[in-house]
């Protein structure tokens, strides 16, 4: 008799949480059980995922939520229901075979971490753990035994044609870029871009947080960082390419010329499902890729004069200790302000940059990294620092690029 393997996902209201749960519940019956599911205040939809999946504990972060919670929950006592930040690292330490983080930014470090500590298998889609810690988590992650198996689409795409027994046979990798929904606008057009514009993604279906880092290219940015981390390789060797299709996910290029590249449609349900099946594989409801519909694949180079966060990226690669982590508090505070509408398209990457400046002068930000805590202060600081950047938009404007 096949023995259920126990899955907890954290953030399990957001898109990967729900793809992922999707995915279980279309598995074969006994294939999964679920242990815990978190989410940040949307109450009434993490109640019914957890009637639905039969979860034993339920954890909502905001406080605000959490009547509607219980009341949501109040006929099903075989639910255990906790609330806060506490509760969501709590739901993160029940033990489980395999958790999905999918908390979105730098809160998902504790609980990431919090599941990492198991030992176990840990699918992420929270690359701002390897952003904002990549030297320490990689390091707690091999202490514990832990095997991590990421899921955005470019770094599991590399994972399933990177050779890890023969790393030294790998000359380089690429991960693929849609270039968003600016891939064809000029500079002075974008200048003026809306909110509307920026989260009209032309390919994938995703939160507002990470559609917007999409629009800028500060995803492609972090992903470079996470890459680096995760494959143990120096930034020179991670190469970008915009490809509009989103087809072609990440390419791994050998010694002997050979490009080993994993393609399919662009749905997160396939990179969840390798990740949920690894080492295996599972069915998964996606379209099958039809090349001779598709006809043609495009690929061009990324403008960093439109697009800088590449480039700041590189550098805070380039400049280690606090600086990946203030350039990723910098951007989730930015892009949260360019959503309310207090700054503009193009301010998001000259707020990062800003930041960046300030925070090397700056007598409250730590100037090493060598604990977690370390990493909470200097997002904690750096986040202070950006609130105070958005009040004085005439920094940003002389920042920004002139056509």
């Not at 629009?215 to 970008?240: H, S």
């Amino acid at each position: 008799m096949m023995t259920a393997r126990r899955i907890s996902v954290l953030g399990a209201t957001g898109s990967v949480g729900l793809a992922t749960l999707d995915l279980i519940e279309r598995a074969e019956p006994g294939r999964f059980e679920v242990v815990a599911l978190t989410a940040n205040r949307n109450a009434a939809a993490l109640a019914k995922l957890a009637i639905q999946h039969r979860a034993r504990f339920v954890a909502i972060g905001d406080p605000a939520a959490a009547p509607d919670l219980r009341e949501a929950l109040s006929g099903h006592p075989e639910i255990e229901i906790g609330i806060g930040a506490a509760a969501i690292v709590e739901a993160a330490s029940r033990p489980a075979d395999w958790t999905m983080a999918a908390i979105v930014g730098a809160a998902g470090l504790k609980p990431t971490l919090a599941a990492l500590r198991q030992g176990r298998a840990l699918a992420f889609a929270n690359k701002e753990c390897l952003v904002c810690a990549g030297a320490l988590f990689m390091r707690e992650a091999a202490a514990c035994g832990t095997r991590l198996l990421p899921v955005d689409s470019e770094h599991n795409a590399v994972f399933q044609v990177f050779d890890f027994e023969r790393p030294e046979a790998i000359r380089a990798i690429t991960l693929t870029a849609s270039g968003g929904p600016f891939r064809t606008w000029s500079l002075d057009r974008m200048r003026s871009a809306r909110r509307g514009d920026a989260l009209a993604h032309p390919t994938w279906e995703m939160g507002a947080k990470i559609t917007i880092d999409s629009a800028t290219m500060m995803n492609k940015g972090l992903e470079i960082i996470e890459a680096c981390w995760l494959f143990d390789l120096p930034p020179e060797r991670v190469d970008v390419v915009v490809h509009p299709q989103s087809i072609v996910h990440g390419m791994v290029e050998y010694e002997d010329g050979s490009v080993l590249a994993q393609l399919g449609s662009p749905d997160m349900r396939t990179p969840i499902a390798s990740a949920l099946a690894w080492p295996q594989r599972m069915r998964a409801p996606v379209e099958r890729l039809r090349l001779s519909d598709i006809a043609r694949l495009d690929f061009e180079a990324p403008d960093d004069v439109r697009f800088p966060a590449l480039r700041l990226a590189r550098a805070v690669i380039s400049a280690g200790g606090p600086a990946p982590a203030v350039f990723n508090a910098a951007n989730e505070i930015a892009v949260a302000a360019f959503l309310k509408g207090q700054i503009g398209f193009l301010d998001i990457a000259a707020s990062v940059e800003e930041v960046l400046d300030r925070s090397l002068v700056d007598a409250g930000m730590p100037k090493t990294v060598g604990s977690f805590d370390d990493v909470y202060a200097i997002d904690a600081r750096s986040r202070e620092l950006a609130r105070d950047l958005i009040d004085t938009s005439a920094t940003l404007r002389a920042r920004t690029p002139s056509i």
